[in-house]
């Protein structure tokens, strides 16, 4: 029994499925706008004061932003009845990055 005593059922399934990935999207479009506002803000900070530190920050920004896109386009796919063209994009784009956000 779901908690309001309703039968859990496939619809009901698939109506919190629906209501979680867009809410999912909605996170996903707020990290990205964030990110964004705080790496150009963190950037012009740390050239300002010639801190590469500060500067660092600003591009960690940046790859949080790309991850955060990679998230959207996923999402966006499991929004659209598990269209995978979107997963198959973020995997491409995903791809040639690797190298660069390797640790060490």
């Known amino acids: 029994m779901a908690a309001k005593g309703r039968p859990v059922t496939d619809e009901v399934i698939r109506q919190r499925a629906q209501t979680l990935n867009q809410r999912a999207y909605r996170l996903a479009q707020a ?29 960690d920004s940046g790859i949080e932003s790309i991850s955060a896109v990679l998230v959207l386009l996923r999402v966006r796919a499991r929004l659209h009845d598990g269209d995978t063209n979107d997963t198959r994009k973020s995997r491409d784009f995903l791809g040639p990055l690797r190298p660069v956000l390797r640790p060490g």
């Open 31 to 59: 990290t990205i706008g964030y990110n964004v506002v705080e790496g150009v803000v963190m950037i012009a900070s740390g050239i300002a004061a010639g801190l590469v530190s500060v500067l660092g920050f600003g591009v």
